[in-house]
């Protein structure tokens, strides 16, 4: 059974550095072909994908967003820690982690698995 | 603003067949699968639909998918009080990034 939990905190001041934990079981990130990834929610607002990491440690971000994200794993931990610089109100949000399958006949993958969410608040 | 344009909202009354539209472009929808998310008041995102028809198990067969060109739908028959959520359409574009519709909030009157 997979899940996954995010955890970081829930207020952080304009300007700094938000580091976000994902906490994930049922499938280890040093198999081939499995990824963990970041999308978040502004409070009422549409969701945003942010980023994703694979077993290989390639990585992927939104063009929007690359200068300012980091995603890294922790193969032994079974953990997923993504970074993300010069927070602002804007990015007040909820953050999900979520497990992307692979569908081999279309060669897609989608977030089949979504952890609860963490809501981050950026005010001073 | 979101790549993938759906509706603000839909509605239907119970029992009825509803659909939602999601229209993108030749990079993503026109390329790519779609895949659609249903996210119920207060909870996470549930995976509804993948590679444009595909229902993960556990999905009624009230729901359904398509995709044509460079836009997809959602169709959900026999509509019930329980669907009234916000759906979301997904796709990967041809940058391998993950794209998202704005959202299309159900209300089952």
């Known amino acids: 059974q997979i899940t996954l939990k995010e955890s970081g905190p829930t207020l952080v001041k304009p300007t700094q550095t938000l580091t976000l934990t994902c906490t994930f079981s049922?499938?280890?990130?040093?198999?081939?072909?499995?990824?963990v990834g970041w999308i978040r929610q502004p409070p009422g607002k549409a969701l945003e994908w942010l980023a994703l990491?694979?077993?290989?440690?390639?990585?992927r971000y939104s063009p929007s967003l690359k200068s300012r994200l980091t995603i890294t794993k922790d193969t032994s931990k079974n953990q997923v820690v993504l970074t993300m610089t010069n927070m602002d109100p804007v990015d007040t949000a909820t953050y999900y982690c979520?497990?992307?399958?692979?569908?081999?006949?279309?060669?897609?993958?989608?977030?089949?698995?979504w952890g609860q969410g963490t809501l981050v608040t950026v005010s001073s | 603003q979101s790549v993938l344009t759906q509706p603000p909202s839909a509605s239907g009354t119970p029992g009825q067949r509803v659909t939602i539209s999601c229209s993108g472009s030749?990079?993503?929808?026109?390329?790519?699968?779609v895949n659609w998310y249903q996210q119920l008041p207060g909870t996470a995102p549930k995976l509804l639909i993948y590679?444009?028809?595909q229902r993960p198990s556990g999905v009624p067969d009230r729901f359904s998918g398509s995709k044509s060109g460079t836009s997809a739908s959602l169709a959900i028959s026999g509509l019930q009080s329980e669907d009234e959520a916000d759906y979301y359409c997904?796709?990967?574009?041809?940058?391998?990034?993950?794209?998202f519709g704005g959202g299309t909030k159900l209300t089952v009157l």
């Open positions: 979520a497990h992307p399958d692979y569908d081999f006949w279309s060669g897609q993958h989608y977030f089949d698995y």
């Open positions: 049922g499938f280890s990130l040093s198999t081939s072909g499995v990824g």
């Open positions: 990491i694979y077993w290989n440690d390639d990585k």
């Open positions: 030749s990079s993503n929808i026109g390329s790519n699968t």
């Open positions: 590679s444009n028809n």
């Open positions: 997904a796709a990967w574009d041809d940058s391998l990034n993950c794209v």
